[in-house]
């Protein structure tokens, strides 16, 4: 059973800085690609970013120039860093793993940006 384990969410001002882990307990030589998306209150799950085994990198248009995504692949682990943060960026954020054995999700981290 493939695990995710997310962490780094909380609450942030406008314009602020939050940086989201996922730790995967699974091979990252298994790996295609480790990604984010966000689900905010009553809107359906959208794609945030993602980075593939070869080390390319997607981006939504809205979060680029502000958010940053990266892998340690000795943790398994991928990272999203958050700058300037805005209201709107309110939701939960989920930790997705494209692997050889299927499509795997993380329970989800709250990010709350809230004056």
């Known amino acids: 059973q493939v695990q995710l384990v997310e962490s780094g969410g909380g609450l942030v001002q406008p314009g602020g800085s939050l940086k989201l882990s996922c730790a995967a307990s699974?091979?990252?030589?298994?790996?295609?690609?480790m990604g984010w998306y966000r689900q905010a209150l009553g809107k359906e799950r959208e794609f945030v970013a993602d980075?593939?085994?070869?080390?390319?990198?997607n981006y939504a248009d809205s979060v680029k120039g502000r958010f940053t995504i990266s892998r340690d692949n000795a943790k398994n682990t991928v990272y999203l860093q958050m700058n300037n943060l805005k209201p709107e960026e309110t939701a939960v954020y989920y930790c997705?793993?494209?692997?050889?054995?299927?499509?795997?999700w993380g329970r989800g981290t709250q990010v709350t940006v809230s004056s």
């Open positions: 997705n793993v494209n692997s050889v054995y299927g499509i795997y």
């Open positions: 980075i593939t085994s070869g080390g390319g990198t």
């Open positions: 699974i091979s990252i030589f298994t790996v295609n690609a």
